[in-house]
Nanobody, 128 residues
Framework: QVQLVESGGGLVQAGDSLRLSCAAS????????AGWFRQAPGKEREFVAA????????YYADFVKGRFTISRDNAKNTVYLQMNSLKPEDTAVYYC?????????????????????WGQGTQVTVSS
């Protein structure tokens, strides 16, 4: 059984930074492509960023390009999301997800239905 646990969320002011972590247990996380999604109250879950198994390929939503960076440390079974220049509209619950698919493409990375495992989420709140 694979479990993913997010951490690093909190309450910050606009312009501040946070680094989210997603730790995997039960299986070596290098077996998974990984993604970050977020969901605000009353809104659909939306894609934030994704990274391939070997970190060779990354994808970002347009609204976070230049501000957020996804990375991973397979030796620690952990994927990270560095978030800089945070805005109030970034407020949401952030989820990490793992994907066992062999073919890593933008289309599949953006689709939450393609992911096999999900964490419980961590709250990020950005005040104005």
């Amino acid at each position: 059984q694979v479990q993913l646990v997010e951490s690093g969320g909190g309450l910050v002011q606009a312009g501040d930074s946070l680094r989210l972590s997603c730790a995997a247990s039960g299986r070596t996380f290098s077996s998974f492509a990984a993604g970050w999604f977020r969901q605000a109250p009353g809104k659909e879950r939306e894609f934030v960023a994704a990274i391939s198994r070997n970190s060779a390929t990354t994808y970002y939503a347009d609204f976070v390009k230049g501000r957020f960076t996804i990375s991973r440390d397979n030796a620690k079974n952990t994927v990270y999301l560095q978030m800089n220049s945070l805005k109030p509209e970034d407020t949401a619950v952030y989820y990490c997800a793992g994907d066992l698919r062999l073919l890593f493409t933008m289309t599949r990375a953006l689709n939450p239905n393609e992911y096999d495992y999900w964490g419980q989420g961590t709250q990020v709140t950005v005040s104005s």
